[in-house]
C-alpha cells in the first residue's frame, strides 16, 4: 500500500472494497497530505497523550494521531469501514477502532477504561451534521479531557470562535466560552475533501478550561438565559427573554436593572460576565 495521504492510494483502497460515500452520514475524506499531521501536532497528539478521534473514516487522521500519541481510540458509525481501517491502520498496536455512534457512547466510561493516567484530547475531523451536538457533548458532560481539536464548516468556526459582544457570537458562542477558550487556527479549501463539499472548512481547537471563565449559582439557568437572548436576536433583552422564558417584563426588566445591562440592548452585545449576572438574578426568583 502506498503512502496513505496520497489520492491515489485513497482512491485504489476505496475501489478495493466498492466504498460509496454516505451523504447522510457527513463522508467527506481528507485527501489534502498536509492538513492531518497539522491537525494531529497542534491537536496535541504526542508522547504520554490518548487522543479519541471521531469519525476516522478511512483512517487518514487516524494514522497521524497513531504515529505521535500513545493510544488513540477512534469512534466510527458506519461498520462498512472497519475492514478498511483494519488494513489501512494495520502497522499499529495502540489504536483501538468502536464501531458505534458517538452521540450514544458513554465518553467518560470509555476515558476511564482505555486512557487510565493519561491525558486526554480530542482530534476529529466531525460528521458536520452533528457539529454543535458533539461540541456540546464533550463540553456539558464536563470530561476530563485537555482539548477538542476539531475541523468543522468555516461559518460554524467563526461562529464558536468569535468574540462575545461581537455579532458573529451566537448562543453556541456563549455556551463554549463558558467552558473551553476557543481558537480557530486554520482554514482548509472544499479541495482537500473528498468528495469536495459545497462549503470551507477550518480547523478550531477548544482549550478546556480547568474551572469556568464566569461564576453563576445555577449552569441551567445561564444556559436557558443564554438560549432565550439568541431565540430572536434582533429584539430587545426585555422583549426575547420575557417571551422565551416566559416570564413577566416588570421581572426580567428589575433582573436586568439589578445586573446593570439595559432593557433595550440585544443578546450579540452582552459579555460572558453579564450573562452570569442576568442568570443569577432570575435565579432569585425563579427556583
Ligand atoms: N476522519 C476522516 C477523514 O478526515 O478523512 C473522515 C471524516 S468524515 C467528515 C466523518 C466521519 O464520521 C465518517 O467516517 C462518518 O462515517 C463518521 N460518522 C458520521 N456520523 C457519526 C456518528 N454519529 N458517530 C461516529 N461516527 C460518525
Not at 241 to 269: C, F, H, M, P, Y
Amino acid at each position: 500500500m502506498g503512502k496513505l495521504s496520497d489520492i491515489g492510494t485513497i482512491k485504489e483502497i476505496l475501489s478495493r472494497y466498492g466504498f460509496s460515500f454516505s451523504k447522510s452520514l457527513g463522508q467527506n475524506f481528507l485527501v489534502n497530505p498536509s492538513v492531518c499531521p497539522k491537525m494531529a501536532e497542534l491537536g496535541g497528539a504526542k508522547k504520554g497523550v490518548g487522543v479519541i478521534e471521531i469519525g476516522p473514516g478511512i483512517g487518514v487522521l487516524t494514522y497521524e494521531l497513531a504515529l505521535r500519541a500513545d493510544k488513540v481510540v477512534s469512534i466510527e458509525l458506519d461498520k462498512r469501514l472497519l475492514p478498511v481501517l483494519d488494513d489501512t491502520l494495520a502497522e499499529f498496536d495502540n489504536v483501538k477502532i468502536i464501531n458505534a455512534d458517538v452521540l450514544k457512547t458513554d465518553l467518560r466510561r470509555l476515558i476511564e477504561e482505555e486512557f487510565p493516567g493519561m491525558d486526554v484530547v480530542v482530534c476529529a475531523n466531525l460528521p458536520y451534521y452533528i457539529t454543535s451536538p458533539v461540541i456540546m457533548k464533550l463540553l456539558e458532560e464536563r470530561l476530563p479531557i485537555k482539548s477538542i481539536t476539531v475541523m468543522v464548516q468555516k461559518e460554524a468556526a467563526q461562529r464558536l470562535c468569535a468574540p462575545l459582544g461581537t455579532r458573529e457570537a451566537g448562543a453556541v458562542t456563549a455556551a463554549v466560552n463558558y467552558y473551553a477558550n476557543a481558537e480557530l487556527l486554520f482554514s482548509v479549501s472544499p479541495g482537500s475533501f473528498m468528495p469536495p463539499p459545497k462549503v470551507s472548512s477550518a480547523v478550531i481547537r477548544l482549550d478546556i478550561r480547568e474551572t469556568p471563565q464566569i461564576s453563576v449559582d445555577n449552569e441551567k439557568m445561564l444556559f436557558r438565559v443564554i438560549k432565550a437572548a439568541f431565540a430572536q436576536r434582533r429584539k430587545t433583552l426585555l422583549n426575547t427573554l420575557s417571551n422565551s422564558l416566559g416570564i413577566g417584563k416588570e421581572q426580567i426588566s428589575r433582573a436586568l436593572d439589578a445586573s446593570g445591562v439595559s432593557t433595550a440592548a440585544r443578546a450579540e452585545q452582552l459579555t460572558a460576565e453579564e450573562f452570569a449576572r442576568i442568570a443569577n438574578e432570575l435565579n432569585k426568583t425563579q427556583n
